[in-house]
């Protein structure tokens, strides 16, 4: 069975800070791993990464995997209150093209 | 908003009713997917059609019926639920993955489920 664990599961950090969140699987034939935010409603999709050590960037946001290791991490630069939210880690693999989910970062920005 | 367009937005109803969660994606994807989601975690897997054909059934109960009548739209027949499906109910489409590419999910903003 896949499983994708998540780390911390809540960070309350100030505005202006940098945040690592951190996620590890174990998953029967790795296709993908996928970061998504979620606020309110839909998980809205931040990167997709399947190949070790290349980094992804969009912004202040940025991603890493590591296949040999088996972790990802997503990293935010100089926060803002805007980047509250849970950040969920999903992982895909084993032949099917469903997601097997993290418990997700809930991370708080105060101002 | 997204692309992936889910209605109702909120639904509510008794054990005994019938009702039908609605998903439409006009992306061109291949792909959709039916997750649920109960409160303070994360989204599971309940159904996967690729190319109109149902690939992937979690073991759900059959008091949940999918249908994709056509690659745009998918369907979620609810029939005799219990008050522990109160939950979000949300929609993805991708397109499917290869042995050459894979494609991330995009997620409509769900329905909202409540069983009296």
């Known amino acids: 069975e896949d499983k994708v664990v998540q780390s911390p599961l809540s960070l309350v950090v100030h505005e202006g800070d940098t945040v690592t969140l951190n996620c590890s699987y174990e998953v029967t034939n790795f296709r993908s791993l996928l970061w998504y935010k979620q606020e309110k409603k839909a998980p809205t999709f931040l990167f997709m990464l399947t190949s070790s050590g290349i980094e992804k960037k969009s912004g202040r946001l940025s991603s890493i995997l590591d296949k040999k290791e088996l972790f990802s991490i997503l990293n935010i630069t100089a926060t803002q209150t805007g980047d509250s939210a849970i950040y969920l880690c999903a992982v895909e693999g084993g032949g099917a093209d469903g997601l097997t989910f993290g418990k997700g970062t809930h991370l708080i920005i105060q101002p | 908003d997204t692309e992936v367009t889910q209605t109702p937005k909120h639904l509510v109803m008794g054990m005994t009713n019938k009702k039908s969660l609605k998903c439409e994606q006009h992306?061109?994807?291949?792909?959709m997917y039916w997750y649920k989601q109960k409160a303070k975690k994360p989204p599971e897997l309940m159904f996967v059609?690729?190319?109109?054909?149902?690939?992937i059934n979690e073991s759900v109960p059959s008091r949940f019926s999918p249908e994709c009548p056509n690659s745009s739209l998918l369907n979620l027949h609810l029939h005799a639920l219990q008050p522990e499906d109160s939950a979000l109910y949300l929609c993805a489409s991708s397109q499917p993955n290869t042995e050459y590419s894979n494609q991330p999910q995009h997620f409509g903003d769900g329905t909202r489920l409540s069983i009296l």
């Open positions: 992306m061109g994807h291949r792909a």
């Open positions: 059609y690729s190319y109109e054909k149902l690939s």
